[in-house]
């Protein structure tokens, strides 16, 4: 059992508070057309997606996908470069390359967020790879959803972290669906987690809108990476509140009262409130935390809005890097 | 006649060729939830048998499509969105594109891979390529991009047909436009050029959805005195070059407007084929209008500045009768 004291919830809940209002102001503006371009929020899969300092290290790495908005806010990003990056700016953290599908931040060890479903799962590996090679004690982390782990990049991934015992996690998020595919009519098992067997590394199922149970997994997983035993799968089971993409598509493949339940009955933020109700916290520090958060979003938008557009010339910067040599 | 929209043309393909040929079945990502809307009415006709949704596994459904073609079905795989397809690369290069002539003969491959292809629209490199000059590097595939509602059915009915595997870029550009399509059964034949306007003084060669641009050139280019002959590629494997020689020779100038990246390109392709076999017809050297070589940023701006549009084509044509 992970021990987490009040410092550690505060810090969760600011985390999760600033992915949700990031995510409720960046679908705000998108559907006021201030933003643009397809657009995969994280709505209602914040606690599966939350890796805070006690369970990674600045040093430790890890690599997302085209619904990655949430993943470097989890790590600790600051929020104004990410959304001058929506906004398409040259303060952007891809200075206004990247846009939603490829959002990251190398400061804080995101090693960029890959929009062809299952891309990221080799990178991850070879990150991997690199700390165990040079030595280091850095874990690689790996995030993907429960369509990527059915493409080849996956299985392959497992296969070479687990022959090469390398320091990586893969912590695959089921939201239950790609796109509008049911994950009961796309993949195999029930529970992903089981695919690790064929593998012969640790897979464990957790409840992903309970974030303590998600970080008590993770950290476990990381620690036995860092330990140098090896690669872990963990599946958080989890729901996104939003369409597929904001804005776009049919929503015909799901109904409206499975949609209502999660909101309702399975939102992580509401849960994980009472958590820190149950834990003595009061209403009011809880306020403060979303004030303070609030205030936050409104610098960014403020920051990403004042920020200058990139100059024509910078379409063909950054083609190659420049060489030391 | 009917007004028909490309993207109702191309569900009237598929419709009219499930109906005729049962081994035609359409499998890939949310094809059976009509996600993109060019799937509509399908799955209510036809079940989940023969529209099938795979799982996101490109190598797998599209070298699956490879094996159902080799035993006597006729697969039309979807891919979403063209670049989606470099996950599937090796089972379209090594096995789709080769098995025919490495197995001496023995194997048809009669598949059909509908790459849709989105750009200018803000999705950033990963979403936007146009990958159809690096598939026409290799020998064996067939590649086509109709560019009219009326194309848009007959080439892809001609493709389904064929014996052979058809790779078949649709730009999204088009998707919502329409014009007249005949009613009753319409085959294009592949590999044949189309002359969509008839000029004297430059020769201006449109692939996929650079046709809108050429036209408005033209007409443009009209209203200055020149005169441009229009014509749309169609078909980029095999290559209507007799088309594109006949109205050079005519001309004496050429303008290619691709919207894919320009190194290697089929602007590139046509060139060298009009500079080798066309060469005294030149009265001016060769233009291109193209994508420069960089990717495709997120930002709009940035985006936009990058890709051909009428007025480059204008400018670079009035270059031309200088
Ligand atoms: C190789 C590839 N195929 C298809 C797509 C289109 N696509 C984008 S997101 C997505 C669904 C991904 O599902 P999942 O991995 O469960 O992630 P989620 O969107 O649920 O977070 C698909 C099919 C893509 N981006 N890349
Ligand atoms: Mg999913």
């Known amino acids: 059992m992970i021990t987490v004291d009040d410092d550690l919830l505060r810090e969760m809940y600011r985390r999760m508070s600033r992915i949700r209002k990031f995510e409720d102001t960046t679908k705000e503006l998108l559907l006021a057309g201030e933003l643009y371009g397809a657009f995969h929020t994280s709505t209602g899969q914040e606690s599966s997606i939350l890796k805070t300092r006690n369970a990674l290290r600045i040093h430790d790495s890890m690599v997302g996908t085209h619904r990655s908005h949430g993943h470097p806010i989890g790590k600790g990003a600051q929020l104004d470069r990410l959304l001058a990056e929506l906004m398409g700016k040259e303060t952007g953290v891809n200075q206004g390359k990247g846009g939603s599908m490829h959002l990251s931040d190398f400061s804080i060890g995101s090693l960029g967020e890959t929009s062809i479903v299952g891309s990221g799962l080799p990178v991850a590996t070879g990150a991997a790879l690199a700390y165990k090679m040079r030595g280091d004690d850095n874990v690689s982390l790996c995030f993907f959803g429960d369509g990527a782990s059915n493409q080849g990049t996956f299985h392959e991934s497992l296969n070479l972290a687990a022959i090469w015992k390398l320091p990586v996690v893969y912590v695959c998020e089921n939201n239950g669906y790609g796109e509008l595919t049911s994950a009961k009519d796309a993949i195999s098992v029930e529970d992903i987690s089981i695919r690790a067997v064929g593998y012969d590394m640790p897979g464990v199922t957790v409840d992903g809108q309970d974030v303590l149970a998600v970080f008590e997994a993770v950290s476990e997983a990381v620690d036995r990476a860092r330990r140098g035993d090896g690669p872990s799968l963990v599946e958080t089971k989890t729901y996104r509140f939003e369409n597929h993409a904001v804005g776009r598509l049919p929503e015909h493949y799901r109904s409206s009262e499975e949609v209502e339940y999660w909101r309702t009955e399975r939102d992580p933020l509401a849960l994980f409130h009472q958590v820190l109700i149950e834990r003595g916290f009061d209403e009011q520090q809880i306020d403060d935390l979303d004030a303070a958060v609030s205030e936050e979003i409104v610098a960014a938008i403020e920051f990403a809005r004042q920020s200058p557009a990139p100059p024509p010339e910078a379409a063909f910067t950054h083609l190659f890097s420049p060489s030391a040599g | ?322």
Not at chain 2, 76 to 93: E, K, N, S, T
Not at chain 2, 165 to 194: C, K
Request: glycine residues 8%; charged residues 20%; proline residues 6%.
């Open chain 2, 1 to 322: 006649m009917r007004t028909v929209s490309y993207i109702q043309a191309v569900t009237e393909a598929m419709t009219e060729e499930m109906e005729r040929d049962e081994s035609v079945f359409i499998m890939g990502e949310d094809v059976a939830w009509n996600m993109m809307g060019d799937c509509t009415g399908l799955v209510e006709k036809f079940g989940t048998e023969r529209v099938r949704n795979t799982p996101i596994s490109e190598a797998g459904f599209v070298g699956a499509g490879a094996g159902a073609a080799m035993v006597g079905m006729r697969p039309i795989v979807h891919m979403l969105i063209a670049p989606f397809m470099y996950v599937a690369f090796d089972q379209i290069v090594s096995i789709i594109a080769k098995s025919t002539y490495t197995y001496g003969g023995q194997a048809r491959l009669p598949i059909t891979l509908r790459a849709p292809m989105m750009y200018g629209v803000s999705n950033a490199a990963q979403h936007s390529d146009r990958p159809y000059a690096t598939l026409m590097t290799i020998p064996g595939l067939k590649l086509i991009a109709p560019a009219t509602p009326h194309d848009a059915k007959g080439m892809l009915k001609a493709a389904i047909r064929d014996d052979n595997p058809v790779i078949t870029f649709e730009d999204r550009s088009l998707w919502g436009q329409s014009s007249e399509v005949p009613d009753g059964e319409l085959i294009v034949p592949l590999g044949q050029a189309a002359v969509r306007r008839e000029g004297t003084d430059v020769t201006v060669v449109t692939v996929a959805g650079a046709i809108t641009l050429g036209l408005a050139a033209a007409e443009q280019l009209a209203s200055e005195g020149v005169s441009a002959e229009v014509i749309d590629l169609r078909s980029i494997v095999p290559m209507d070059t007799d088309t594109i020689l006949e109205s050079v020779a005519k001309t004496g100038r050429l303008l290619i407007a691709d919207p894919a990246h320009e190194m290697g390109s089929v602007a590139s392709e046509i060139s060298a084929v009009v500079a080798q076999h066309g060469f005294w017809s030149l009265q001016a050297p060769i233009a291109r209008v193209t994508t420069p070589h960089t990717h495709m940023p997120f930002n709009a701006d940035l985006e936009k500045v990058l890709l051909p549009n009428t007025d480059k084509i204008v400018a670079e044509a009035r270059a031309l009768m200088e």
